[in-house]
């Protein structure tokens, strides 16, 4: 119902504005009893202490009150957020997301056709290069894998009309503003470097899990079997292109976590928002060290792809022979967007083509480019055990 999500949200702002208040007051709180504490330093009677003490015990009683009134409206909020969501989707179908429903129904029904009469049903579909263009929201299978890795979501990603161009990439500015009086004459500002980088979109080329024997006569919807088949494909190639410019990062060496921690602090400029995409080997190793108490060294976070982070940067697994070879302890340390841009060309066609066991089958075709855009942002790292 459309009108309570109305007052669901009204009520949700109210609250939210209430919890900002009660941020600032507790923070007020907070200013004062710090002051209070310093002034203890400067105290010379009993009773100037006794006093300071009243002041402190009435504002930690204070203070307590405002965290556990604050706690009882975080908890209102987070209901009203639960329910609010649980609205949303109880909500009907209407107006675009009806048409657009509709719209892509009729889409996999003109495909269906295409691709059972090998071509000769072309109402409804868009033909490129002499396959047909499988739009993009029929390649995202219905249901997401719980495991699924992505690294076109931590890359800068460029879509792209044309097979070659010229990406400009600035380079991270060391410059700060200076101060300038009012009507002065503005200061001669810093240069900023702009590289331009080069791109040529490559076609990628692969078969689908179905042919004609498959589709003969078939009466369920071979765009449903074709459209997680072809994602996987396109996912697990730009995976790999992805990595193949993550290993052309300059090369360094790092042994047990201080090695690592000598490369994230000495190595990556803090501009960066560095993480670590390792190898399965090498999170395996790093999993199993402990302190001396023979607690593990990883910090929990369930934010993470893996579950941790080392020194507060996320980690990220990947199959050994996307960065090495099996066994070998390899990572990317760095900053994955600002080193990595990938050229999309975002046209994933499909045709028939022949096949030497089943005739013809139906071959994919994606087009992309990957290309390093910032040699500072990142290096890779061959990790060793500490002795």
Not at 93 to 115: C, F, H, P, S, W
Request: glycine fraction near 6%; hydrophobic fraction near 35%; include cysteine.
């Amino acid at each position: 119902m459309k009108n309570k999500s109305i007052v669901l949200q009204a009520k949700l702002g109210i609250r939210q504005k209430a919890l900002d208040a009660f941020n600032a007051e507790i923070e007020e709180l907070h200013k004062r009893s710090d002051e209070i504490m310093e002034a203890i330093d400067a105290v010379e009677t009993e009773d100037d202490l006794n006093a300071i003490e009243t002041e402190a015990n009435e504002l930690q009683a204070q203070l307590d009150e405002k965290e556990a009134s604050k706690k009882l409206l975080e908890d209102e909020i987070d209901e009203l957020k639960n329910q609010l969501q649980e609205q949303n989707e109880k909500k009907p179908e209407q107006g675009a997301e009806r048409n657009m429903k509709k719209a892509t129904v009729e889409t996999r029904d003109a495909l269906n056709k295409y691709i059972k009469s090998k071509g000769e049903e072309r109402e409804g579909v868009k033909l490129v290069d002499g396959g047909v263009l499988i739009p993009v929201e029929i390649l995202k299978p219905t249901t997401k894998p719980e495991v699924s890795l992505d690294l076109t979501e931590v890359v800068n990603v460029v879509k792209v009309n044309s097979a070659t161009g010229k990406y400009g990439v600035i380079e991270k500015s060391k410059q700060k503003m200076p101060t300038t009086a009012e009507l002065e004459k503005n200061p001669e500002l810093g240069k900023f470097k702009i590289t331009n980088v080069e791109y040529s979109v490559k076609t990628y080329r692969g078969s689908l899990a179905v042919s004609q024997e498959m589709i003969d006569d078939a009466d369920y919807d071979v765009m449903g079997l074709i459209g997680e088949d072809a994602h996987n494909q396109e996912l697990t190639t730009k995976n790999y292109a992805i990595c193949e410019i993550l290993k052309t990062a300059s090369p360094q060496a790092a042994q047990g976590l201080d090695g690592l921690k000598d490369v994230l602090n000495t190595k990556i400029k803090s501009v960066y928002n560095t993480r670590l995409i390792v190898t399965d080997s090498m999170f395996n190793a790093l999993d199993k060290v402990k302190d001396k108490t023979g607690r593990y060294m990883l910090q929990q976070d369930v934010t993470s792809p893996t579950g941790y982070r080392f020194s507060g940067k996320v980690i990220q697994r990947v199959p050994d022979d996307m960065l090495g070879a099996e066994g070998e302890m390899k990572a990317f340390i760095g900053d994955p967007k600002a080193f990595v841009t990938l050229f999309d060309r975002t046209a994933t066609t499909a045709k028939w083509v022949n096949n030497d066991i089943y005739g013809e089958v139906l071959a994919l075709f994606t087009r992309f480019d990957t290309k390093k855009t910032d040699e500072a942002a990142g290096k890779f790292v061959t990790y060793t055990d500490a002795v």
